[in-house]
């Protein structure tokens, strides 16, 4: 799998989950083709058959048809050679791992009220819903505290450099201020985030359609 020359094909929309493999197939130098999709064109058989949750992202690398943003990101770094996954150090990828399970069990689920309301809908031209959001708000202070104490005096999540965690965890978070996500008490959450958007492919990660 190391390194082989064949062009990857990536299935996106713009949203968080294909946000992380866009901006990691950018950032690690990755030729690719880029398949823009529509919610209609989701739910198409033929894209069913590469993935049957009929959601984005999906990479197909030769006979390799893969989905789960965090898993796409393993398998480009593998196929890299990049450290952002350390495929050759377990004790990193424990730490890696746990960061990634956090954030699907507590930390999404935290903030992806924020990030639907905010920007999803507000991206399709409808009106969030601030009541909904007051009840959400002690569980994102909650899960950011944890955050925010595990950030105090470290830059990236895992392992003191970037990795494919901190792209997992920001990718519902980076637009905390739109969003009206209670961040402003965590400074050390505000320094990581503001600090991944000073890295281009984080930063625009989208291609053009
Ligand atoms: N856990 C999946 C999440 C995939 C997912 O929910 N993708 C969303 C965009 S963030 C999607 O395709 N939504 C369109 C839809 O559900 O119709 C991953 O990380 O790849």
Known sequence: MQNEARTIKVYWIQAQAPRRVLALVKHLGIEAEFVHLDLAELKKPDYARLNPNMKAPTIVDGDTVLWESNAIMAHLCVKTGSKMWPADNPEEQIQVMRWLAWNDCHWARAVGDFYF?????????????????????????????????????????????????????????????????????????????????????????????
């Open 117 to 209: 309301e905010h920007i999803v809908k507000v991206g399709f031209g409808a009106a969030p819903d601030r009541e909904l959001l007051k009840t959400k708000v002690d569980d994102a202070r909650r899960f950011g505290k944890v955050l925010d104490d595990h950030l105090a005096g470290r830059d990236y999540v895992a392992c003191r450099r970037l990795t494919i965690a901190d792209f997992a965890l920001a990718s519902m978070a980076t637009d905390w201020r739109e969003a009206e996500m209670p961040f402003a008490e965590f400074p050390n959450v505000v320094r990581w985030l503001d600090g991944l958007m000073r890295i281009p492919a984080w930063a625009d990660p989208w291609p053009s359609r």
